[in-house]
């Protein structure tokens, strides 16, 4: 599989809800799903069907990665990706940011693990972000 942009956006948002409480709601699936397609910092126009795909090498990937501290390793390398791509600023960062918060919130419990990796994400992009 050739990764994307799309494919290391999306592995954030399912690492983002999976290794913060150890659980992957269907909540937070469909809010995934919505921010993935919804992303608009596409190269292309990207049809229902292609994305369908997309979506599959994602949690492929994510779900062919057994340990939680490799995926953990691959998550902040997506982190790394995603901010060396000429797309990527300030601006972008905090919608990321603001996505991310939508995911968390999709299952209706915000865990201190979850505001903690905001943090985190924030400083590693050098941005500031409230995390309420």
Do not use: C
């Amino acid at each position: 599989m050739e990764k994307t942009p799309l494919h290391f956006l999306g592995f954030i948002y399912v690492g983002f809800a999976e290794l913060t409480d150890n659980e992957f709601s269907d909540e937070e699936h469909e809010k995934v799903v919505e921010l993935v397609l919804d992303w608009k910092y596409n190269e292309k126009e990207i049809h229902k069907d292609e994305f369908s795909i997309i979506l599959s090498d994602i949690m492929t990937w994510y779900e062919g990665i057994k340990e939680k501290k490799l995926r953990e390793k691959m998550f902040f390398e997506a982190v790394v990706y995603v901010q060396q791509q000429y797309w990527f600023t300030p601006q972008v960062a905090k919608e990321i940011l603001d996505n991310l918060v939508e995911v968390m919130k999709a299952d209706s419990i915000s865990k201190t693990s979850e505001k903690d990796m905001l943090k985190k994400l924030a400083l590693i992009w050098s941005v500031d972000y409230n995390v309420e």
